[in-house]
């Protein structure tokens, strides 16, 4: 696990300082009205710049012995990573520093809220979807949720979150507003929205959470009708998996020799596709969580941009525009953990939870 | 049996299960309408020069000319520019051009680039997939942990940074997508060799003293190339959503480019003055690739022994 | 006409009578039972023999309603207890199920449910109906408290837990937490009558941590439960190895002098029907050639088959190499005409592949399909 971390860092920094300039690391620090001394100290404080280079001059014309190497860059950023220490980067940060660790971990709970909230929706509209497919088999209900989740795969999410906001804001209007609001993550001009729902404390820095611990309900109502689409837009795109998944296992798991035993025991249907096939269905399903997880984040870049939500993926395409490195850096590097712990949880839910390989 | 009669009897076989499958493919209504589009999609792709002036989309308008003027449907939205004369069906872009035209236009330049990067994603993850399964050991072990570095990212950031560090152009725009979708095939593609080297005609020909390469290149990878071609039938929709979301996000090479995610792109400055911007050109990749992601589904089903009955 | 009762129905616990039934699979039409009839009376314990494919599993499936969704049955009755089995809707064949069929499979391994434990497979037998498992649950335990009372002092609480559970008999009516006390503890004790060691511990462990014949064991408890009027055992001992075999037979033979309920044996071992049961059918390609009692059957086996079937067990009193019967099984697709066993009959005329010949009695309580012997 550390070493798949290891080499993707190594990955993205070969990427990123190997194929741009060196003068790129150095955009958050340099400012113009420094002297040229000024900018090669920098340059050397940050690592880019050996101790030996005469001028900043040489340095940005890449002169033989100004630059480091790129493996001592690499330890050097490495060591730095390690300490947390992630430099400063290009984009604003929420309350006004610049510390690129900041910035990023202060947009990041929007994100998190927001795939989380995804995730969830995800399970619940895609399993049941899954069980009515495989009990229904080449009946109606079976092939519509076929196309439900067939389509949901093949739908553009751009395309999908932008039909909801045509829905449920240009379409469906109370009183002049649309139904739900159109941008960020706190509803301020909408029907169904409070509007000035005041103020909480940031405990943890999500809001819906934030606004719970704070008893703001007008505050968390806002939030959720912020929510609903963009996440329902993350669900529906990336449930295909999941019910195809759910489906296929469930009706291999129907074919089992314990289901005629069951029904041969008279148990009703109902309780037999709960407690036994559902048992044996759902734990080869819960692997797939590592992919959802894949899933979700990058989709979450494409849908935070479609709905102006204020997380870390609409911040990752303005970084990408303005070639901020760290920030990119430590946005792979973050979803790389969030994905390889997430496999691991899983390979340890799954031995907890199938007798079999427990003993 | 003679060696003649043997391969007589063998193709025999495969030509009636090639007519029960077809057979099962006619019964099937929505496998049908997904061969109905994929089809209809080529070849629109490869009439569309005819249909659609080819130079027309370099033309760009000096001043901002979004309108609508189809009669038979009207958006919810204020401030409707005038289209002065012309009837578009769908509409105009921001710079003026027809977005029906350039739809049309858009079609083979998407299709092209999918083709191509499923070719080349296809021909790494055949050659990885197979060295690593056929090898064994250190091999083996090498290119699965590069699969997992790789697929351990969200494919979207790597493709960002990929095109960020490399410039803006079609072939960078390629180059992201292949990079993003090989780990799949090479991951496929061993499974299948894996489960293929162990058949007894394999060992027999290693007992003949036929070289690796030989056995490989020659016999195993055909037979368990099989899948690989189904499953690329199946992701040249997925590749479509893909580069469009990529091109959507404004990582393209030109924003005149007729592509249907780059023409999504206007559509989010001008939301709530033009959606169409955003839904015809949305809507025209949801059918493509909803048309070969069907087929692809119907035509795994079909060949799955697991659900035949 | 198929095998007439010898009683009025009031004593046969099962009577099939001319059962067709085919499958539609992509090859075809299979044409798996031609018009089959047997009765079995309350109490005896019923051999059905036969080779693999000629349709024994299939008949025990069709009596409990457990077809798979392309058989259809074309033609026929299956009488349980003087009920149409082939009439009734699908909630009610779930019932009978529930409370009149109990059928035991061939492998326990992969008829048991991997990842929950023998006792919540058993719990969940009465948790599907309560209502009909009251009067179970309450007199066994009932009994228990009797046994336990009949002797040294009388313990105050089981003599108010008797009182409650008496009045609870009369009342129909139990609690949840009790029906689960009682569920358990009449599990466990059933457990016990199967003779497995230990019943306490079996029943909180998983199907993989027990061997073979234990599992079957666990089965035939789970088919004890219920307390059916008709058990159907489809080649429970095949997964065996001798000695647990035996085992298990002679112990199915006391629960079902027990309990009282009859038994349909699905074997294709000879030596087993010998061992245990009462009567025996043969069947062969989807027919019942010959319906005889045990000892008159290989006293004087009369169907070609049946003799063809005893010649070829290999004994250990005679020198010579047991024979076997030329040809091999039929493909039901496209069956023989007549007679189906007519192509490798040893004695066959010009009649046999003209029609199937009728079940007549050729001794007493004797019946045979084969036109050697009339019909």
Redo the contacts between chains.
């Keep these: 696990m550390v070493?798949?971390?290891l080499?993707?860092s190594i990955?993205?920094f070969y990427?990123?300082r190997g194929?741009?300039p060196p003068t790129t690391a150095l955009a958050p620090y340099i400012n113009p009205r420094l002297t040229d001394a000024g900018k090669l100290s920098i340059a050397r404080a940050v690592g880019v710049a050996t101790s030996t280079c005469p001028s900043f001059t040489d340095f940005a014309s890449l002169q033989s012995g100004c630059v480091t190497p790129l493996w001592t860059q690499y330890f050097f950023w490495l060591k730095n990573v390690l300490v947390g220490n992630w430099g400063y980067t290009l984009l604003p940060g929420i309350s006004g520093t610049e510390s690129t660790w900041s910035v990023f971990f202060g947009r990041f709970p929007y994100t998190a809220e927001l795939d989380i909230v995804a995730a969830v929706l995800t399970f619940l509209i895609g399993v049941p979807l899954g069980i009515v497919s495989a009990t229904h088999n080449n009946k109606l209900p079976d092939?519509l949720s076929?196309?439900v989740s067939?389509?949901g795969?093949?739908?553009?999410?751009?395309?999908?979150g932008?039909?909801l906001?045509?829905v449920f804001v240009?379409?469906l209007?109370i009183g002049g507003l649309g139904l739900l609001p159109?941008s960020g993550a706190l509803g301020t001009t909408c029907a169904l929205c409070f509007g000035n729902p005041g103020n909480i404390t940031a405990y943890t820095g999500v809001p819906l959470l934030d606004a719970l611990l704070s008893l703001n309900l007008p505050y968390f109502w806002d939030s959720v009708v912020a929510i609903i689409l963009p996440a329902l837009t993350l669900a529906i795109t990336s449930l295909g998996l999941l019910t195809r998944i759910v489906r296929?296992n469930m009706?291999?798991v129907l074919r089992?020799?314990?289901i005629?035993?069951?029904?041969?025991?008279?148990?009703?249907?109902r309780?037999i596709i709960y407690?036994?096939a559902l048992?044996?269905a759902i734990?080869p399903a819960i692997t797939v969580a590592g992919l959802l997880v894949?899933?979700l984040?990058?989709g979450s870049?494409?849908v935070e941009?479609?709905f102006s939500w204020p997380g870390v993926g609409s911040a990752?395409?303005v970084a990408?525009?303005v070639?901020d490195i760290n920030f990119?850096e430590l946005?792979?590097l973050v979803?790389?953990v969030i994905?390889?712990v997430t496999n691991l949880v899983v390979d340890i839910l799954y031995a907890v939870l199938?007798?079999?390989i427990r003993? | 049996m003679g060696q003649t009669e043997k391969n007589s009897v063998e193709s025999r076989r495969r030509h009636s299960e090639l007519r029960f499958a077809l057979h099962l493919l006619r019964q099937n209504p929505?496998v049908m309408a997904g061969l109905v589009i994929s089809v209809a999609t080529v070849v629109l792709a490869l009439l569309s020069n005819l249909l659609v002036n080819g130079a027309s989309w370099h033309q760009q308008a000096l001043t901002l000319r979004l309108c609508w003027n189809n009669p038979a449907f009207s958006?919810?939205?204020t401030n409707l520019f005038n289209c002065a004369g012309q009837v578009y069906p769908l509409g105009t872009d921001a710079y003026g051009r027809s977005l029906l035209q350039m739809i049309i236009l858009a079609i083979p330049i998407d299709l092209q680039i999918a083709l191509e990067v499923v070719a080349s994603a296809v021909a790494i993850g055949v050659i990885f997939g197979s060295l690593a399964a056929y090898m064994g050991g250190l091999i083996d072990e090498i290119i699965l942990?590069i699969t997992?570095?790789f697929?351990?990212?969200?494919?979207?950031?790597?493709a960002?940074?990929?095109?960020?560090?490399?410039g803006r152009s079609l072939t960078t725009l390629t180059l992201a997508v292949i990079i993003t979708w090989w780990p799949w095939y090479v991951r496929l593609m061993r499974s299948q060799v894996i489960g293929e080297k162990e058949k007894l005609y394999v060992e027999r020909l290693r007992m003949m003293g036929a070289g690796w390469p030989r056995i490989l290149f020659r016999h195993v990878i055909p037979n368990s190339i099989y899948p690989i071609l189904v499953q690329s039938t199946l992701d040249i929709?997925?590749v479509i959503?893909t580069v469009?979301?990529l091109t959507?996000?404004?990582?393209t090479p030109n924003p005149l480019l007729p592509e249907l995610?780059n023409l999504?792109n206007q559509?989010?400055e001008y939301?709530?003055t033009a959606?169409w911007l955003?839904?015809f050109?949305?809507?025209t990749?949801?059918i493509i690739?909803?048309g070969f992601?069907?087929l692809g589904?119907g035509i795994r089903d079909i060949f799955d022994p697991?659900?035949r009955r | 006409m198929s095998q007439p009762n010898t009683q009025e129905g009031g004593d046969d616990v099962l009577s099939i009578q001319e059962l067709k039934l085919k499958f539609h699979t992509y090859a075809g039409e299979v044409s798996a039972l031609d018009g089959i009839g047997l009765s079995i009376k309350k109490g005896e314990l019923f051999g059905l023999v036969g080779e693999s494919g000629c349709g024994k599993s299939v008949t025990a499936l069709a009596i409990?309603g457990?077809l798979p969704p392309n058989a259809e049955i074309t033609g026929g009755d299956v009488i349980l207890d003087g009920k149409n089995v082939l009439a009734l809707k699908p909630e009610e064949m779930?019932?009978?199920?529930?409370?009149d069929?109990?059928?035991i499979?061939q492998?326990p391994m992969?008829?048991?449910?991997?990842?929950?434990t023998i006792g919540s497979q058993m719990a969940?037998?009465p948790r599907?109906?309560p209502k009909l498992f009251i009067s179970i649950l309450v007199t066994h335990r009932l009994r228990q408290i009797d046994k336990q009372v009949n002797g040294a002092k009388p313990d105050p609480g089981l003599l108010a837990e008797r009182k409650a559970l008496a009045h609870a008999l009369d009342s129909q009516n139990l609690r949840r937490k009790e029906m689960d006390q009682l569920t358990k503890s009449y599990a466990i004790s059933l457990l016990k009558s199967v003779r497995l060691p230990e019943p306490e511990k079996v029943y909180k462990m998983?199907p993989?941590?027990l061997s073979g014949g234990m599992r079957q064991r666990v089965m035939i408890a789970?088919a004890m439960m219920?307390r059916p009027k008709l058990l159907l055992a489809d080649e429970i001992t095949t997964a065996l190895d001798v000695t647990v075999q035996a085992q298990i037979l002679h112990l199915l033979k006391d629960l079902r002098s027990e309990i009282n309920t009859s038994v349909l044996l699905i074997t294709h071992d000879l030596a087993i029907v010998a061992e245990v049961c009462d009567r025996v059918a043969v069947m062969y390609a989807g027919n019942i050639v010959e319906v005889a009692e045990v000892d008159e059957l290989f006293r004087n086996p009369l169907h070609p088959y049946t003799k063809g079937l005893l010649a070829s067990v290999p004994r250990a009193d005679l020198a010579k190499t047991p024979d076997s019967i030329e040809g091999s099984v039929p493909d039901l697709l496209s069956p023989p005409s007549g007679c189906r066993f007519h192509p490798r009959c040893p004695k066959a005329f010009e009649k046999c592949p003209s029609r199937k010949p009728s079940m007549i009695a050729a001794a007493p309580n004797h019946y045979v399909s084969c036109f050697l012997y009339g019909g």
């Design positions: 070493f798949v971390l080499a993707l990955l993205i990427l990123t194929l741009l092939h076929r196309i067939l389509g795969y093949s739908i553009p999410q751009f395309w999908f932008a039909m906001l045509i240009l379409y209007r159109a296929s009706m291999e089992q020799d314990y005629t035993m069951a029904r041969s025991k008279g148990l009703k249907e309780s407690s036994h048992r044996n734990l894949t899933y984040i990058g870049v494409i941009i479609v990752a395409l990408a525009d070639l990119l946005f792979v979803a790389g994905i390889v199938d007798p079999r003993y | 929505i958006w919810p939205v942990r997992d570095i697929l351990a990212v969200p494919w979207i950031l790597l960002i940074v990929l095109i960020v560090v490399l929709g997925s959503l469009s979301a959507f996000i404004g990582l995610g999504s559509g989010i939301f709530f959606p955003i839904v050109p949305g809507l990749i949801l690739s909803l992601n069907l589904d697991r659900l | 409990a457990l779930r019932l009978a199920r529930l409370k069929i109990a059928m499979f492998d992969t008829y048991l449910n991997p990842v929950l969940e037998i599907a109906e998983y993989f941590e789970m219920r």
